[in-house]
């Protein structure tokens, strides 16, 4: 059973830092394509950053590029999502989505990710 696990995420002021982490319990995480969406309340979860399987290419929302990192760490056991220069518009739950399955990789599509963690609060006050 795969299991996500996200921590990392806090109450903070608008141009402060966080750094989410999303572990998976066993697995090497480079033999997949990762992912972080988000949803803000009464919002529609929506695309964040992903990471390609082995080669570790990014993938960034225009809203978050030059502020937002994706890395792999631990060994390639951890995801983590460095979140800089935080805007109010940041706010919701950010989940971690694991993406199993092969063929073409419609990056920003929820869909195409099979594993999702529970996801992790992330709040900034203006």
């Known amino acids: 059973q795969v299991q996500l696990v996200e921590s990392g995420g806090g109450l903070v002021q608008a141009g402060d830092s966080l750094r989410l982490s999303c572990e998976e319990s066993?697995?090497?995480?480079?033999?997949?394509?990762m992912a972080w969406f988000r949803q803000a309340p009464g919002k529609e979860r929506e695309f964040v950053s992903a990471?390609?399987?082995?080669?570790?290419?990014?993938y960034y929302a225009d809203s978050v590029k030059g502020r937002f990192t994706i890395s792999r760490e631990n060994a390639e056991k951890t995801l983590t999502l460095q979140m800089n220069s935080l805007k109010t518009e940041a706010t919701g739950v950010y989940y971690c989505?694991?993406?199993?399955?092969?063929?073409?990789?419609?990056?920003?599509?929820?869909?195409?990710?099979?594993?999702w963690g529970q996801g992790t609060q992330v709040t900034v006050s203006s």
């Open positions: 066993g697995r090497s995480l480079i033999t997949y394509s």
């Open positions: 989505a694991e993406r199993t399955g092969g063929g073409n990789w419609d990056v920003p599509n929820s869909k195409q990710y099979t594993y």
């Open positions: 990471i390609s399987r082995f080669a570790g290419t990014p």
